[in-house]
């Protein structure tokens, strides 16, 4: 028998911000980096965008602001590091 009242599912969206854009960006596909669960971190279109300033205009890093839906804020490494501990998942 499976006992499920004592599992608990964490899942958390993220969001990448960049320089111009506003919060109501979150809703375009482009501003949204994944969602993590069950050990997993399922990238999504934002995700792509980011290993391209990652990898090509590090100078814009921390102009960047990452977010989650509730509303945290996360610098870009510390994101990295955050789901550097899920496989990653592209949908």
Same mark, same amino acid.
């Given at each position: 028998?499976?006992?499920?009242? #004592?599992?608990?599912?964490?899942?958390?969206?993220?969001?990448?911000?960049?320089?111009?854009?506003?919060?109501?960006?979150?809703?375009?596909?482009?501003?949204?980096?994944?969602?993590?669960?069950f050990?997993?971190?399922?990238?999504?279109?934002?995700?792509?965008?980011? #290993?391209?300033?990652? #990898?090509?205009?590090?100078?814009?890093?921390?102009?960047?602001?990452?977010?989650?839906?509730?509303?945290?804020?996360?610098?870009?490494?510390?994101?990295?590091?955050?789901?550097?501990?899920?496989?990653?998942?592209?949908?």
């Amino acid at each position: 028998m499976f006992d499920i009242v #004592n599992k608990v599912i964490i899942m958390s969206k993220y969001y990448i911000l960049l320089p111009d854009d506003t919060e109501a960006d979150t809703d375009y596909s482009t501003n949204v980096l994944g969602e993590s669960s069950f050990k997993s971190f399922w990238a999504e279109s934002g995700f792509d965008i980011l #290993n391209i300033i990652v #990898n090509k205009y590090p100078d814009i890093i921390e102009h960047i602001i990452i977010k989650d839906e509730k509303n945290k804020k996360y610098e870009v490494m510390e994101f990295i590091e955050k789901i550097s501990k899920l496989e990653i998942i592209k949908n």
